[in-house]
T-cell receptor
C-alpha cells in the first residue's frame, strides 16, 4: 500500500529565510503528488501538484516542489518565507488512476519575525 | 455553491449520543470524499461517493459510522453512540469526477467534533 512520510513535524524558520519541507512516498510505478496547506481553522487548500512532465512544479504563494523519482521524494521549497506562510503543510500521493489520496501527517511551519 | 460547505463548524456532544455532520459540495462535483483528521495524525480516508453510491466505504472505522448522499449533492456522515476517540476534525472534499480527481480535491473547512 502506498504511504507518505513527512519526517519533520515542526519547522521553525525566520522571516525571509528559505525553507524546505520534506516528503517521501513509497515506491510505485506511477503516482500523482500534491502539497496542500491548511491555515488555522480552515480546510486544506491545494498548493501545487505533479502529474507528469517537468519535475519542477511551481505553485501558489511562491512555493515550488521537485519530483525525484529515484529518491521517491517531493520536497516543498520557498526561497523566502513570510509570516503569513505559518500553517500546516500536507503532502499527498495517489496512484495514477485511483481516487484515493494518501496523506502524510503534516509539517507545521512556523515563521518567526 | 462557490465552495464546499460543512456544518456545523464545531460540535460538542456527550459520549453515547448520535451526531450528524453535513457536507454541501461544489455544484456539479460528482465525486465526494470524507476524511478524518485526528490530532497529530494525517488525514484518514473514510468514504467516497460517486453520485449517490459509495463504491468504497473501507475507511469507516466501525459500524457506528455511516454516510449517505442524496440527489448527487449533499452528504451526511452519521456517527452513532459517539465515543471519545471519535473526537477529530471531519473534512469533506469534492471533485468534478473521480477520473480527474488527480487534479486535486476542493476541501471544506471541516467540522470539529468533540466528544465529552
Amino acid at each position: 500500500a502506498q504511504s507518505v512520510t513527512q519526517l519533520d513535524s515542526q519547522v521553525p524558520v525566520f522571516e525571509e529565510a528559505p525553507v524546505e519541507l520534506r516528503c517521501n512516498y513509497s515506491s510505485s510505478v506511477s503516482v500523482y503528488l500534491f502539497w496542500y496547506v491548511q491555515y488555522p481553522n480552515q480546510g486544506l487548500q491545494l498548493l501545487l501538484k505533479y502529474l507528469s512532465g517537468s519535475t519542477l512544479v511551481k505553485g501558489i504563494n511562491g512555493f515550488e516542489a521537485e519530483f525525484n523519482k529515484s529518491q521517491t521524494s517531493f520536497h516543498l521549497r520557498k526561497p523566502s518565507v513570510h509570516i503569513s506562510d505559518t500553517a500546516e503543510y500536507f503532502c499527498a500521493v495517489s496512484d495514477s488512476g485511483t481516487y484515493k489520496y494518501i496523506f502524510g501527517t503534516g509539517t507545521r511551519l512556523k515563521v518567526l519575525a | 455553491g462557490a465552495g464546499v460547505s460543512q456544518s456545523p463548524s464545531n460540535k460538542v456532544t456527550e459520549k453515547g449520543k448520535d451526531v450528524e455532520l453535513r457536507c454541501d459540495p461544489i455544484s456539479g462535483h460528482t465525486a465526494l470524499y470524507w476524511y478524518r483528521q485526528s490530532l497529530g495524525q494525517g488525514l484518514e480516508f473514510l468514504i467516497y461517493f460517486q453520485g449517490n453510491s459509495a463504491p468504497d466505504k473501507s475507511g469507516l472505522p466501525s459500524d457506528r459510522f455511516s454516510a449517505e448522499r442524496t440527489g448527487g449533492s449533499v452528504s451526511t456522515l452519521t456517527i452513532q453512540r459517539t465515543q471519545q476517540e471519535d473526537s477529530a476534525v471531519y473534512l469533506c472534499a469534492s471533485s468534478f469526477d473521480v477520473g480527474i480527481s488527480n487534479y486535486g480535491y476542493t476541501f471544506g473547512s471541516g467540522t470539529r467534533l468533540t466528544v465529552v
